[in-house]
């Protein structure tokens, strides 16, 4: 310390101008006043996956800040909840936060809801929840791969994976009716029970799809350029993924095992047998654009798993035997999460003993995994920033609430 | 057919204005087909329809009712935009990937102008499009049109270089300039074909060509100018109605040029591909246009299997794969040539 007190202060060496101008490359770039610009990404972006809005600070294409605005979709989810007649009916507004996966939303609510009441569901609700929250990852997955293969600019897959979707929506459909928004699982039970071919369309469509998530792989996850523009792009390391607190495939492509559904088990997950995957830097370095790309390709592989075993376990029973006449839950608190497609999805919710909740409080995953953006960000080109944001996968309609 | 209209009319400003008036009969209806064109392939790969109902039969005139629909459409001119600049740019663009077509030979029988330079003039009057976009870009006064235009002078002006290197290497062979000599050298059987020539170096050269003509022309994997994901629509985000009309044209209209030069030089441009049978002006132009289609239906495959490259791996395709590789085939041609022949 002393040493380096002592020491001669290091000037900057100062370049030598020549009198008729700078000589030199070097010299000339100096010479030039060159300044950032700020570039407004969005609200009205083809890549920026609904009204997200970017101030890129760039020197010329390449990156040096990233702020996202967010609220332009903002619908007051919160405080509706606390208007609501009964808890009932805060299910069809869970179902429009992340609208590509909405089953899961409303699962996590059911749950959080159920143990607000300390309310057991027959098993068979359980199973046909945790087939369709699954189905739901798929849904999403597909969305969040299909966009992202547009957003590197392949368009072909984007419509492969809309066709496949098709596939999975026609099953809500055919089970109660709606294809997006489907107010499906309610506290103690269900809506609907499942169609008579339930089992047979439900294995169908698994032996459909696997050969589709081969086919993806090689027209999209495998090719070149496709590998040139997402490895070594957007790392985010554990640590750093973690200090975050980010979940879901963006934490998991950072090569930590952490699920909801192993970790702090709900519903039957328990009960049936999958594996996590995780990013193991393949192609680049662990945490990169195409770990937690292939994160999500590999989840709906252990989905379709979970959707065949948990088909055949399907026990027989009444799908609205423990739907309560009246919900009027005691005076307390409660915070219970779920792992969504987009991370770990928590609900906090405060009852005062009246029929309508004094407070819902949602955790967002894709909120928190938005704010890792500029930390993964700096640094890199614009077009980067389009491949970041994809890999990240984030709905607006979740983020904003 | 120059010599035809002479007899005909003697007035030689007519005749060659009605020259000038022949490559459009082709550009526009090719435009219109190639767009609707496109829309089915990509459909078809994608386990879509496309469009099914305008016109009835598949659809097929989809893209008249666009063009249509985009002559009605408000002629805006943003505030802020330079006016002059910006009105002045789609001309220029068209003016440049049109003014290619004065020396592609379509026939045997017709060539706009038969200059001793052709391949040359054809060089060197397609760059005229990277002024018009840089001026879209800049008139436009729009940060995504302007990093649109930036990339594509940056991207245009690299891959010409093998291009021209690509191109040198046929006329090391070919000993001319001459689009139409070269047609003619390369006549009689398929064999005969300058892509089957000094194997593998002119193949190679083709490859070259190719890839780095998708570059010129803004196409899959190279279409970052206007990559929509990033840059909303590039240089062309702030035009709309008959101006966006024109560029969108004379990006058909570029599409065929390089897809004519490159079956004109590699594959034999109007020449029968079994020698005397079903050669013939007419036959010829046959020819030259199903082998110009072709060229059109391997860019629009391209472009919905491929993603995109980023601006700098783009570079490095064009600066350290595509040249290095197009002076070895000069090289590799040259000494063929020279000692070999």
């Not at chain 1, 192609?283 to 994160?295: A, E, Q």
């Not at chain 1, 969504?340 to 005062?352: Q, R, S």
Request: include cysteine.
């Amino acid at each position: 310390m002393e040493e380096t007190m002592t020491q001669p202060p290091v000037t900057p060496v100062a370049p030598q101008a020549t009198p008729q101008g700078p000589a030199t490359v070097a010299g000339f770039a100096r010479a030039l006043k060159t300044e950032e610009m700020v570039i407004s990404m969005g609200p009205q972006h083809p890549s920026t996956h609904g009204v997200l809005r970017l101030e890129l600070v760039v020197d010329g294409e390449v990156v040096v800040d990233v702020i996202p605005h967010i609220g332009y979709l903002h619908r007051c989810f919160e405080k509706h909840c606390e208007h609501m007649t009964n808890y009932q009916q805060v299910i069809p507004y869970a179902d429009r936060m992340d609208y590509v996966a909405a089953m899961s939303n409303e699962l996590g609510y059911v749950v959080a809801a159920e143990r607000l009441l300390k309310i057991t569901v027959p098993e068979r609700v359980e199973y046909i929840r945790v087939i369709m929250a699954e189905f739901s990852r798929i849904v999403s997955h597909l969305i969040a791969i299909g966009t992202y293969g547009m957003d590197i600019g392949a368009f072909t897959p984007f419509l492969y994976c809309m066709r496949d979707r098709e596939r999975v929506l026609d099953i809500f459909e055919q089970t109660c009716g709606a294809r997006l928004l489907y107010n499906y699982m309610w506290i103690g039970g269900l809506s609907h029970d499942v169609p008579a071919n339930f089992a047979e369309k439900v294995n169908d469509f698994c032996r459909y799809f696997r050969p589709k998530i081969r086919e993806l792989n090689d027209l999209l996850s495998y090719n070149k350029i496709f590998i040139k523009r997402t490895a070594n792009v957007g790392v985010l390391p554990a640590a750093v993924a973690l200090n975050y607190g980010v979940s879901g495939p963006v934490l998991r492509g950072s090569g930590v095992a952490w699920d909801l559904r192993k970790n702090d088990p709900y519903s039957v997950y328990g009960k049936l047998d999958f594996e996590i995957p995780v990013g193991k830097g393949l192609k680049g370095t662990v945490g990169d654009c195409w770990d937690r790309y292939m994160v999500r390709v590999h989840e709906m592989e252990q989905s379709v798993n979970i959707i065949e075993q948990a088909v055949a376990k399907l026990p027989p029973g009444d799908i609205a035997a423990a739907i309560p006449k009246r919900i009027r839950p005691e005076a307390g608190d409660i915070y219970a999460r779920t792992e969504t497609p987009k991370g770990e999805l928590g609900y906090y919710i405060v009852a005062d003993g009246t029929a309508s909740p004094f407070r819902v409080k949602v955790k967002s995953p894709c909120f928190v995994n938005l704010s890792a953006l500029p930390a993964m960000s700096r640094g890199a080109m614009i077009a980067d920033i389009v491949a970041i944001l994809g890999s990240i996968d984030i709905v607006l309609g979740e983020v904003d609430r | 057919m120059k010599e035809l209209l002479l007899d005909a009319l003697h007035n030689e400003a007519l005749v060659y204005t009605l020259m000038a008036f022949v490559p459009l009969a082709w550009v526009v209806p090719f435009a219109l087909f190639a767009v609707w064109w496109e829309r089915k392939i990509s459909a078809h790969m994608q386990d879509r329809l496309g469009p099914m109902r305008t016109g009835g039969w598949h659809g097929w005139a989809q893209t008249i009712a666009d063009i249509l629909k985009l002559i009605q459409k408000e002629d805006i001119i943003p505030a802020a935009a330079d006016r002059k600049l910006y009105i002045l740019a789609p001309y220029l663009v068209f003016a440049g990937s049109y003014a290619a077509y004065a020396a592609i030979p379509f026939s045997a029988a017709y060539v706009g102008a038969g200059i001793n330079i052709g391949l040359f003039y054809v060089i060197s009057i397609s760059s005229l499009v990277v002024v018009g976009l840089l001026m879209a870009g800049w008139a436009s006064n729009n940060k995504w049109s302007l990093f649109g235009a930036m990339r594509s002078a940056a991207q245009i002006v690299s891959y010409e270089v093998p291009v021209a290197l690509a191109i040198l290497a046929v006329v090391m062979v070919s000993g001319s300039f001459d689009l139409q000599e070269i047609n003619r050298q390369q006549a009689g059987w398929f064999w005969h074909w300058f892509v089957f020539q000094k194997f593998p170096f002119l193949f190679g050269a083709l490859l070259i060509y190719f890839v780095a003509s998708l570059a010129e022309v803004n196409r899959t994997p190279f279409d970052i100018p206007e990559a929509e994901s990033e840059l909303v629509a590039g240089y062309h985000t702030e035009y709309g109605g008959m101006r966006f009309a024109l560029l969108f044209l004379s990006e058909y209209a570029n599409m065929f040029a390089v897809s004519a030069i490159a079956s004109t030089l590699f594959f034999g441009g109007w020449n029968s591909p079994f020698g005397e049978a079903l050669a013939g002006p007419v036959w010829g132009l046959f020819w030259f246009l199903t082998k110009g289609m072709a060229f059109i239906f391997v860019q629009m495959w391209l472009r919905w299997t491929l993603p995109r490259l980023r601006v700098d791996q783009l570079m490095y395709v064009g600066w350290k794969v595509l040249i290095p590789f197009s002076f070895v085939i000069v090289l590799g041609v040259g000494f063929w040539v020279m000692a070999l022949r």
